[in-house]
């Protein structure tokens, strides 16, 4: 439970309903649930419509353990598009707005995205906000259903009040590169996080390093994530097959489940990689999952504003990541140097190759004073820009906004 409360006190009820596909784990969840948890005080009312979660996706609805949210389930909004279950959905979505009567729908992710706002524009409400965790016009589908899936968005963005991002280089690519949303409706918001507890840290750092056998001189590389083919695990082990080839004295941990967990034990085995490589599956207790490794990673062929880059920084962990996305604006003072950039807090890998990858991360393993330097300046940097504080702030702005008469 937050302990921030709304500088503004409206004088009558705002209900605002949160719209997200499911509670799986990942940002959008933790942001969502965020959201929903805070507005509902203080003359806010919140009501959070999810899906199911998917098998091997990881569940977070623990989150709603002792919150005072009102959440109401639609089992049919799932991932895949079926237009059977998806119609279903969208009639059950107009009868919890009926019911509910929502001043502002704000909606999450791309299956929350369309049926939330479908049936707010159904019941001409007149407050509709999306969120861009990331975008799926990219690296997702081929390219007959990404036209769609584009013109669709394009259509529902005509429909919207307000559109966020959560980078500035995620408002380029969605006003300019893809054409999605007007200029003038989208703004960037980046993320907010509760990092207390990635701050302090320090003495768990045996929490992941013993399971794995890993000394205390041994180092150990992180990546934290849904095992999905956009978050590209395979060109991870393979950079760890590049590393290993000059170092024995590295492990690497993969953070996550999901639908390519198989194939990619199966890589693990065909590389004879497997002593160095361990699946950890998903773990509650991030902070400590943080604590016992010395790099984190990120592989990705797209992506938002990852929140597990932003809590490795926060646990003083420099970053290696593939240039993609919003990534980028996490990294501070980029200078170019062949085919990666060096920040003060990472190194991003601009070319999509294993061994330059890897040439990165042996960098790192081999300087302990900048990996030092690297991972105070990540720290300083998100304790700044990404507060709990500041985005809920920036939001309660954003929604008394659109309601001049809540002000």
Same mark, same amino acid.
């Given at each position: 439970m937050d302990s921030f409360y709304p500088v503004n006190r409206p004088s009558m009820e705002i209900r605002i309903a949160q719209i997200v596909s499911r509670l799986n784990i990942g *940002?959008?969840? @933790? !942001?969502?649930?965020?959201?929903?948890?805070?507005f509902s005080r203080q003359n806010f009312r919140s009501l959070l419509v999810t899906g199911r979660e998917l098998e091997?996706? %990881?569940d977070m609805s623990y989150l709603l353990k002792d919150s005072r949210i009102a959440n109401q389930v639609i089992p049919q909004m799932q991932r895949e598009i079926n237009?059977?279950?998806?119609?279903?959905?969208?009639?059950?979505?107009?009868?919890?707005?009926?019911?509910?009567?929502?001043?502002?729908?704000?909606?999450?992710?791309?299956?929350? *995205?369309? @049926?939330g706002r479908a049936a707010a524009v159904l019941l001409g409400i007149r407050n509709i906000v999306h969120t861009y965790h990331g975008h799926t016009f990219a690296h997702y589908f081929g390219p007959v259903k990404n036209r769609i899936l584009l013109n669709i968005e394009r259509a529902m963005a005509h429909h919207t009040t307000k559109l966020i991002a959560v980078t500035r280089q995620q408002v380029c690519d969605l006003v300019n590169k893809f054409r999605v949303v007007?200029?003038?409706?989208?703004?960037?918001?980046?993320?907010?996080?509760?990092?207390?507890?990635? @701050?302090?840290?320090?003495?768990?750092?045996? !929490?992941?390093?013993?399971r794995i056998s890993a000394g205390n001189n041994d180092i150990v590389v992180g990546i934290v994530g849904r095992l999905y083919a956009?978050?590209?695990?395979?060109?991870?082990?393979?950079?760890?097959?590049?590393?290993?080839?000059?170092?024995?004295?590295?492990?690497?941990?993969?953070?996550?489940? %999901?639908?390519?967990?198989?194939?990619?034990?199966? @890589?693990?085995?065909?590389?004879?990689? %497997?002593?160095?490589?361990?699946?950890?599956?998903?773990?509650k207790d991030m902070p400590s999952v943080y604590a016992g490794m010395d790099i984190i990673t990120l592989t990705s062929l797209n992506e *938002?504003?990852?929140?597990?880059?932003?809590?490795?920084?926060?646990?003083?962990?420099?970053?290696?990541?593939?240039?993609? %996305?919003?990534?980028?604006?996490?990294?501070?003072?980029?200078?170019?140097? *062949?085919d990666i950039r060096i920040a003060k807090n990472g190194i991003l890998v601009d070319k999509r190759d294993s061994q330059v990858f890897a040439s990165a991360l042996i960098m790192l393993a081999d300087n302990v004073q900048l990996r030092k330097d690297m991972g105070n300046a990540a720290r300083k940097f998100v304790l700044e820009q990404f507060t709990r504080e500041r985005f809920l702030k920036d939001m309660e702005n954003l929604y008394l906004s659109l309601l001049p008469w809540a002000r």
């Open positions: *940002g959008p969840a @933790i !942001y969502t649930v965020m959201l929903a948890n805070h091997k996706e %990881g237009p059977v279950k998806d119609m279903a959905c969208l009639l059950q979505m107009v009868k919890i707005f009926k019911r509910f009567k929502p001043h502002i729908v704000h909606t999450h992710t791309a299956k929350a *995205g369309f @049926i007007p200029a003038a409706k989208i703004i960037e918001m980046p993320h907010g996080l509760d990092l207390t507890g990635f @701050i302090h840290n320090a003495s768990r750092r045996r !929490y992941i390093r013993s956009i978050k590209a695990h395979d060109f991870f082990l393979e950079t760890a097959a590049n590393v290993l080839e000059k170092r024995k004295d590295i492990h690497f941990v993969i953070v996550g489940d %999901g639908d390519e967990r198989a194939k990619l034990e199966s @890589i693990v085995k065909n590389k004879n990689i %497997g002593s160095n490589v361990h699946f950890l599956g998903w773990e *938002g504003s990852p929140f597990s880059l932003i809590e490795g920084m926060a646990s003083g962990l420099p970053s290696v990541s593939t240039s993609v %996305g919003g990534v980028p604006d996490l990294f501070i003072d980029a200078r170019k140097e *062949g």
